[in-house]
């Protein structure tokens, strides 16, 4: 399949995300730049971490009404696969792509740790290949991870099954001390209602070999192979997902 | 202020003694010139003659350094030294200070040195992959320490993480004697082909110079240069110029920005505007390519109105570089900084006539022989005296000392004391992951980065026990590079070479400038016998307060090589049932020891003795047994003394216990928590035993199993029971709990 | 010419979480200042304006605001227009 | 009881770079606001008071404002007091 990496002027990410889907995953991806439109022709595209113009005035506002996000947009409503990865979540919501925002973590200081998430559902393109209640480690890093979103937004994704991941303890159990950064519900990652784009704080990307950060990020990238797989590279069709066992 | 005089007007004697200049010099300037400066040449002369820029008052000692080696791919004098890592690669690293911008501003001081030392590094033509933070505060219950702290590590944080370069390790330490003067150390290190290093030599007659990043501002007139060239007391308050701002969004532009042109053939020199901005850079390229330049003021961009040839001169604004560029290249440098929304222009232009024009409103406001300032600057032999009460310092009477009637509280006392516990709440505000190549994250003895491609990987650290410097200011910095070099060897790498950096105080005090040189002779000893060149480093002195200075403090960062990434090893126990050995030999030194001044409040005494010998032999054996797969882990025994070394490979990973019997032979205390050197901790799995006592035999290496890795307390003998998962949390957490008071 | 100075005041909506708020609070109330029963931390932002009338400013930053300077989603804004500096 | 709303506004100091305000100016040229001849971004910060008379409330958050909410080396800080909810 085909990837493609968007780069805005302070992700830093990028190539992280690209070294996990062309070197481990042996995928085809390429840079897309911020003030393209063309997506050429990816089947996933990802916005990845960093600094996208320095968070200044708010994480994600600014690269938003970047260019390429018009083409993101419109991938997205074709059915095509978004993947956002820390400030890509943040770009994703800001955009109006997910629901609800990421604000400064409630610690108001930056975190860097290996974080146990689990995955809330295996009906995304993007957890598959994963089994509902199965546990991730991964790592995360950001100083506004914090997700909020409006009671009636939080019920509706709760509802329609849109949290995707939660962080939890070693022994996957939802408690406080497991979240980072103060997040509503502990809520890690979310889908929008299609399904097909999503949004999460821990970096799958930078857990792609046992030797720096563990092998976890595989099962949601591997993931996205699969569903790539079965819905045959270009084709831009909504996403049916048949849940996992 | 100074600079509101008319442009290109020759100035006086007193002008030129608020610019910090001595009769003396200004006499030499009168002789230079034949003839009054202008207040902007003036300006020129006071950065350029600086402590900070001209190092007047260290050159002469440096030299004395060892500087080269076969892996040497540039030694001091650029912006940064490299050194061969293979595959033709080269790895180019800096340390550098920031300690008064720090103590005046915190959070931005910080900030913008890492972004000054970044800058130093992609100036070369090198990526940079890695950071390290070596930071020395005042005493946890000083009433501005918790402030400061709070400040610096978030600030150091900002940049790192905003600029997308993990921070992988460094260190903290508090002590008194920083009450006033905190240390802010800041060390990058890049990748770069080892052909394609770029270096800061004007040449080529009609050349342009091309200013590009950011626009000029007020920042930090007289900032670096003259506030790191000066003792500091209330009335610095008073000339603290406009604190620098850190944009890390406009740095990673540019260090993208130029790394693309660095593909190209366009560029001729490059170098960032760091202390003294325009005036430094323009005149370090021009002395080092002996050529002249001529600048034309009126080109360069500017963030605020009304500013004067003498502000645009000496501005330190962030996030500037200067670049000479092939003739006929202008539009294509232009083209590259405009896809990164970057400013390229061109303000002057290389000659062959040595000198250095400035111009601004159609007067030539400097016409400056650039040797003048350079190589011709003031170089001082300052007188250097023991201070005489070092020696009752050094003395002291152990049996004095009542032994602990608790041993396990002592030990815990350590765990949880401000030097000892852990630094996770520091680190943990640092992204350590981004590039994706860390392998060894901070926490244990060194970190460890894969090199992108290659199966190889360096080793990173940064050591100094200032309290041994203030104690045998000789026998403390040798100290600095063999832990440096112990703590490489102790994830399994070969080390290959240093860049210091020299804190001192005041260096016209003779017992200062007595630290200083003793200093330079013990890292010079070392790094000799260690066969580790130091190839890069910057000297901050004038770091005293109201006549106070602080401890010596040459901070070393050394750079090691891993073969084969896979040999890397960590601290921590693996497996119960697993050997623990104690390599080096353990003698009844307690001087100077983390256990006397904490338990005691005593920090007097003679540091440690070392044998290099020893030392050389112990890192052979050491690579030898991790190549061949012997260990399964290792940490070097440092601060806190055996006891604690053990309690770290415990209270860290996968937190196992050990139980440990320990031949008695000398007082309990000092057996426990003296801190002799030389001496790692190994374990290993058993059948491997004989192998590793054969090794160890041949290459003459003390060599005693000291127990085995079991249970979920550490037990020492009748001496100490520490049941691990409790010191666990007091020793996480032992930092935050101070500093949130 | 004289130009417009733009005052955006820029709030976090009632009923989100404000966590910055919370903390400044708490921090407030470690340094004894008991009487801060709440705060919420928001966004000034200045901007000179050249070359728009005052009436088409209004609606101008407004739209600012809708585009770039609040997310609707979390917060609220208000505008001021005043004399500029020139 | 009515409460003091304190309004506090915290702003970058002139001539102290202001690298939010140059990159939200360069955001709005980009979105065709080319209006904008000058951003400044600070912050805004809302604080209900109880118990505290009007005179008595100015000094106390002054304090505030040095002590924490503003950073005096590189920021400016006006505050106003007006009526609160209760
Ligand atoms: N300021 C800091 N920033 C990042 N890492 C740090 C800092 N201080 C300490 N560390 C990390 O904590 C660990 C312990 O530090 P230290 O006690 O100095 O190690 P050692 O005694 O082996 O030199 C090391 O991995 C070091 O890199
Ligand atoms: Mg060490």
Known sequence: MRWGVIVFPGSLDDRDALRATERVLGDEAVPLWHKDRDLHGVDCVVLPGGFSYGDYLRCGAMAKVSPIMEGVRAHADAGGLVLGICNGFQILCEAGLLPGALVRNRSLSFVCDIVTVRVETSDTPFTMGCRAGELLNLPIKHGEGCYVADEKTLAEIESERRIVFRYTDRGGRVVPEANPNGALANVAGVCNAGRNVLGLMPHPEHAVERLTGGEDGLRILRSVQLWCGQHGAGERSAPTVVSGP | MIATAPAGQPVAADAAAEHGLTPEEWSAILELLGRPPTLEELGVFAVMWSEHCSYKSSRVHLRQLPTTGPQVLQGPGENAGAVDIGGGLAAVFKIESHNHPSFIEPFQGAATGVGGILRDIFTMGARPIAILDSLRFGAPDHPRTPYLVKGVVAGVGHYGNCIGVPTV?????????????????????????????????AAGTGNPVIYVGARTGRDGIHGASLLASASFDAAAAQKRPAVQVGDPFTEKLLLEACLELMQTDHIVAIQDMGAAGLTSSSLEMAGRGGAGIVLDLDAVPLRETGMVPYEILLSESQERMLLVARAGSEAAVQAVFARWDLEAVVIGRVTDDGLFHARWHGTEVCTLPVSALTERAPVYRRPAEESAALEALQHFDVNRVPEPVDCTHALLTLLESPNLCARDWVFRQYDQLVGGNTVVRPGADAAVVRLEGTRRALALTVDCNSRYCKLDPYLGAMLAVVEAARNLVAVGARPLAVSDCLNYGNPERPDVMWQFQQGIHGIRDACVALGTPVVSGNVSFYNETDGRSIPPTPTIAMVG????????????????????????????????????????????????????DAEKRLHRFCLVASQERLLRSAHDVAEGGLAVALAECSLGGPGLGARITLEQGMRADALLFGESQSRMLVSLRRRHLGRLRDLAR?????????GEVRGSSLVIGDLIDLPVEAARARWRHALERRLSG | MGGILARVYVTPKRGILDPQGKAVQHSLHVLGFGEVADVRVGKYIEMQLRDVAGDAAMARVRQMCERLLANGVIEDFRVELGEGRS
Do not use: C, M
């Open chain 2, 561 to 612: 090589l891993l073969d084969d990434v896979e040999t890397f090893l960590t601290p921590w126990w693996k497996a119960e049932g697993d050997l623990i050995v104690l390599l080096g030999r353990s003698r009844e030194e307690l001087g100077g020891s983390e256990y006397l001044a904490v338990l005691h409040g005593i920090e007097r005494g003679i540091p440690p003795w070392i044998d290099l």
């Open chain 2, 698 to 706: 041949r290459e003459d290496v003390p060599f005693t199993v000291l």
């Open chain 2, 169 to 201: 390790g460094g260190e903290l330490h508090f002590d008194a004697g920083y009450d006033q003067n905190v240390l802010v150390n800041a060390f990058t290190i890049g990748i770069a082909p080892r052909d394609r290093l770029f270096r800061a030599r």
